[in-house]
């Protein structure tokens, strides 16, 4: 998920930073703050580095699994599926194709 956090140049004057970015992760919502970064170059010759800031926005208090999501209700089907066919082939309900 991404916001317009004025990422643009232009805007670093006015706002004195590099733009927000809004992060989304199985434990919520983060505002992540970035300060300016001027050129590979400098952070090389000046040992500098790209600074954030990170703020909790909205802490759940589930943390959301791939289970929990379309894709892992279909993937539980799917080891459903696969148990079902064990349980049948190792009970001779089913035999292997030679």
Request: avoid cysteine.
């Amino acid at each position: 998920m991404v916001i317009d956090g004025g990422f643009s140049k232009a805007y670093h004057s006015t706002t004195g930073i590099a733009g927000y970015t809004l992060v989304y992760h199985s434990r919520g919502f983060e505002l992540v703050q970035h300060e300016p970064f001027t050129s590979a170059d400098e952070a090389v010759k000046k040992g500098t580095d790209i600074i954030s800031t990170n703020r909790l926005v909205e802490l759940s208090s589930h943390r959301v699994r791939v289970r929990d999501t379309d894709r892992g209700k279909e993937l539980t089907g799917q080891i459903q599926e696969l148990r079902e066919l064990l349980y049948a082939y190792r009970h001779g309900l089913i035999k292997e194709r030679k």
